[in-house]
């Protein structure tokens, strides 16, 4: 009989327990630099030194993985050292296609860093499968996808791209941070390279930076060692604490999940329907124009993110964000508050974000609570 692989919620727990022998329930930390050496030279632990490897990273990475269904996983002190990475595979002259609409930081990257070492790109809606086709070049090696992207939801076709991608030679590079592996398996659809900010849902609390890539079975045979390698020389490795908070987050993933996307999913329902909201982003949302998309691609949600459009400018939108309670206006997502974020005025005037759009994380308050913030919000806007 085939053995059954447990659920995300019991696996959560499962991956995250106690290894070593002294019967603590709770994780231990090994706070360590470094790993004593036996007589004969040998490592009795396999550890030598915590930027080569620690047991709390070793575990961390595990756990990413299992979850995911990755063949390999590395875990970096952010997301953005773990994109760094996943570039610093290609080589100069490689070409790479990056979404219009994604994490604002990855278009810098590329343009402000990667440029000068002759990695090209194109930005390109991943909405339009002909508009990614024909900004493909021989040289092209990498896809990066965000879906749904930031700040916008728009949502892309993994599997459909990944074809095109590997049609190509190139790989296909997909950052989950938003869904996690709980509600979008971007390998299970074809793509090489997961990467996640797990400062976001993974860590849950807002108290800890890191990032990690995940390779499926394929792409660990191409890129493994070359990951592995630039994780150890480039040394944007997690301290042993930040991959034991990780760890605890893990527990609580599945559950944080669920209800916080329960909470989006009735938040966006009233948002679109009040006539102050000119409109709402949130895939789960059957007007989205990608929403048959996403619900064949995400499984049990459409995750905790959306945005809205209030119409007017930067400053009436900013003056909404003053009106509410229940909502922190801080950048960042993922938590267990919610928050809410004027994103045009955190990524300048050349970001393509409309003025008037306000993303939010909706976190695991009561969804009456979070619903009446907004009602008396809009109440007395405008
Ligand atoms: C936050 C975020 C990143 C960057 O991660 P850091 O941990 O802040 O370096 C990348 N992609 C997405 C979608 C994010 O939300």
Sequence with gaps: MKKTQPHNETLAIQL??????????????????????????????????????????????QALAQLEGAESAFAFASGMAAISTALQTLKAGDHVLVPDDAYYSVQLLVKEVFDRWQLSHSVVDMTDLDA????????????????????????????????????????????????????????DLGADVVMYSTTKYFGGHSDSLGGALLLSQAATTQ?????????NLSGAVPAPFDC??????????????????????????????????????YPGLPTHPQHALAAKQMKGGFGAMLSVQVGGDAHEAMALIDRLN??????????????????KSVEGDHSPTPDD??????????????????EQALGGFR
């Design 16 to 61: 995250t327990d106690n290894h070593d022998d002294s019967g603590s329930v709770a994780n231990v930390i090994y706070p360590t630099t470094t790993f004593k050496r036996e007589s004969d030279g040998s490592y009795g632990s396999g550890y030598v030194y915590t930027r080569h490897n620690n047991p709390n990273r070793a575990q961390l990475e």
């Design 132 to 187: 990614v086709k024909s900004a493909i070049k021989p040289e092209t090696a990498l896809l990066w996808l965000e879906t749904p992207s930031n700040p916008q939801l728009k949502v892309s076709d993994i599997q459909a791209l990944a074809d095109l991608a590997h049609e190509h030679g190139a790989l296909c590079a997909v950052d989950n941070t938003w869904s996690t592996p709980i509600l979008q398996k971007p390998i």
């Design 223 to 231: 890129l493994a060692e070359k990951v592995k390698n630039i994780q």
């Design 244 to 281: 034991w908070l990780m760890l605890r987050g893990i527990k609580t993933l599945p559950l944080r999940l669920k209800q916080q996307t329960q909470n989006a999913t009735a938040l966006a329902a009233f948002l679109e329907q009040h006539p102050k909201i000119k409109a709402v982003h």
């Design 326 to 343: 229940l909502f922190t206006a801080a950048t960042s997502l993922g938590g267990v508050e919610s928050l809410i974020e004027h994103r």
């Design 357 to 374: 759009l306000l993303r939010i994380s909706v976190g695991i308050e009561h969804i009456d609570d979070l619903v009446a913030d907004w």
